[in-house]
C-alpha cells in the first residue's frame, strides 16, 4: 500500500499525459514509473491473477494454468423495467442473425453469440438471453457466477430507478465489471447528462467524468450506438483477461432447463472450462446422463462446444436447474454416484439451512462482536440491503448508522432502495451474507418464506430510534439486549 492517495497517483499519470479512463489497473511500466515518482520499491510479482481467479471461481485446476488461453465474455443485461433492455437484446440478437445469414429465426436456447467488429477483428461473446437482474440474483444465490460483465440499462426518459439501483447492487456485489447503456436518446425528453449525474452520485463515475465506468448513449429502438456499446464492452472484457483451458473435460453451469415433448430432458450449458463433446458422460446437480445430441444457439447440431459456448444438451435423465453446476465424468457408474451424492448433500444443506447454521443475524453478529472483543480482536463487516418506503429515509438512516462508533464493525450497504422487500433483494441478502433491513416497508409472506428458507433475516421498523438502537447494540456486541 502507497500512503499517497488514489487522486495524487491519478493527478500524477495527467502530468504524463497518460488517462487511465475505465482501466482498474495499470500496466507494469506505468506501476513502475509511479513508484519511481514516489521513491516506492517496486516488488515484480508472480502472475496470480489467474490463480486467484481459478481459486475464487472453481473452475480451473493447478493443470489448466499452463494450458490456458482466450475465451469470449459472457454477458448479461440487466435493467429497470421497461428502460429497453429486450429491444436492445432483440437488436443484437437480429443484426447477428442477419450478418451471419444464418437464416430462419431459430429457437431461443437461453443465450447466444454474437460477433463484435474490434479493431478489423472480429471477436466473439456470448449474451444471456433472460434480462432482468432477478435472474443474475437468483443464479448466483445458487453459488453459480456465469456473468462476466454487465450491461445496465438505463432510460434516458426516465434515469435511474428502484431496479437499476438493485440491478448495480447484484453486479457489485457479484464483483462483475459494469457497462451503463444510456437508453432511449432518441426519445423527446431525453437526458443522459441527468443520468450520468444520477449514476455519479450512486457510486458509479462516468468514464467522460474521470471515473472508470463506461457509459455509451445508445438508441435499442433505432440500433444507434449499439456498435459502440459492444465495442465498450469488449475492451472491459479484454481487461479482465477471461481465459480457459479447452483442452480437458468440461465444466460450467446450467443456465435454463425444462422437459421437452419428444427429446426429453433438455439443459442448456454454458461451457465454463474445457470442451464438451457428444458422447460425454456428464452430471448436473441431481441429473446425469449421456450426451446424446448438442445444439448451438443457431439450433444446429455440434460435436463440441467450447469455453464460453451455450449448447443444448439432450440425454440427461433428469431435469437440473438452473444454476445446477455441471461437469463431465469418465463413467456412467461415477456419474450416478455422484448424482446420488449430490442429492443427498442437498438434502442435509436444507437441513443444516433450516437449522439456522451460519445465519448471518443481528444477533450473531453481536455474539461475534463480543467473542472479539474478549479475544482481543477482530473486525467485523456486516453487509446490508436497506428497503425503505421513500427516498429521503435513505439517507437520514445511513448518515444515523454511519455514526455510530465502526470499532467492532464496518457496515457496508450493499443496495438501499425504495419498495417492497422481493425475493432478489433476498437472493442479494443471500449471496453476499447480509441482513435485510426494511423502514416503513412490507415483506409479502411470500418473501417472507422465501427468506426464511434461505435463512435470511429480515429485520422490519417503523421508527427510526429503534432500528438505529438495534443496530448500535448489536455492533457493540450487547447480545442480550437484542430479541
Ligand atoms: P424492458 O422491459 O427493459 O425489456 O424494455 P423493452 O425493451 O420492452 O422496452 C420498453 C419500451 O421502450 C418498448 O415500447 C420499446 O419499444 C421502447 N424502447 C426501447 N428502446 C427504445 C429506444 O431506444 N428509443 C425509444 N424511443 N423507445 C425505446
Known sequence: NLAVSEGEILGFLYTKGIRPDGIQTLDKDMVKMVC?????????????????????????????????????PVITIMGH?????????????????????????????GAYKVLVPVDGKLLPCVFLDTPGHEAFGA???????VTDIAIIVVAADDGVRPQTAEAIAHAKAAGV?????????????????????????????????????????????????????????????????????????????????????????VATFIV??????????VVCGEAYGKVRALFDDTGSRVDEAGPS??????????????????????TLDIAREKAEARAVELRVERISAKAGDGKVTLSSLASAVSAGKLAGLD????????KVDVQGSIEAIRQALLVLPQDNVTLRFLLQATGEIST????????????????????????????????VEIRLYRVIYELIDDMRKAMEGLLDLIE
Open 309 to 330: 459456448s451455450a449448447v443444448q444438451v439432450i440425454g440427461l435423465n433428469n431435469v437440473p436447474i438452473a444454476g445446477d453446476p455441471f461437469e463431465v465424468v469418465d
Open 379 to 386: 473486525l467485523h463487516t456486516l453487509n446490508i440491503v436497506m
Open 36 to 72: 519511481r515518482e514516489y521513491d516506492v520499491e517496486v516488488l515484480e510479482a508472480a502472475p496470480v491473477k489467474v490463480e486467484e481467479m481459478a481459486r475464487k471461481n472453481e473452475i480451473f485446476d493447478e493443470d489448466d494454468l499452463d494450458k490456458l488461453e482466450d475465451r469470449p
Open 272 to 281: 465454463q472450462n474445457g470442451t464438451l463433446k457428444r458422447g460425454d458422460v
Open 139 to 145: 443464479m448466483r444465490a445458487r453459488g453459480a457466477r
Open 81 to 109: 423495467v421497461d428502460h429497453g433492455k429486450t429491444t436492445l437484446l432483440d437488436y443484437i440478437r437480429k443484426s447477428k442473425v442477419t450478418a451471419s445469414e444464418a437464416g430462419g429465426i431459430t429457437q431461443g436456447i
Open 424 to 455: 432478489s433483494d433476498v437472493d442479494l441478502a443471500f449471496a453476499s451474507k447480509a441482513i435485510i433491513l426494511g423502514f416503513n416497508v412490507k415483506a409479502p409472506g411470500s418473501v417472507e418464506s422465501y427468506a426464511d428458507n434461505k435463512c
Open 177 to 265: 465489471p459494469i457497462v451503463i447503456a444510456i437508453n432511449k436518446v432518441d426519445k423527446e425528453g431525453a437526458n443522459p447528462d441527468r443520468v450520468m449525474e444520477e449514476l455519479s452520485s450512486s457510486g458509479l463515475m462516468p468514464v467522460d467524468w474521470g471515473g472508470d465506468v463506461p457509459m455509451v448513449k445508445i438508441s435499442a429502438l433505432k440500433g444507434e450506438n449499439v456498435g459502440d456499446l459492444l465495442e465498450t464492452v469488449m475492451l472491459v472484457a479484454e481487461l479482465q483477461e477471461l481465459r480457459a483451458n479447452p483442452h480437458r473435460n468440461a465444466k460450467g453451469t446450467v443456465i435454463e432447463a425444462g422437459l421437452h415433448k419428444s427429446k426429453g430432458s
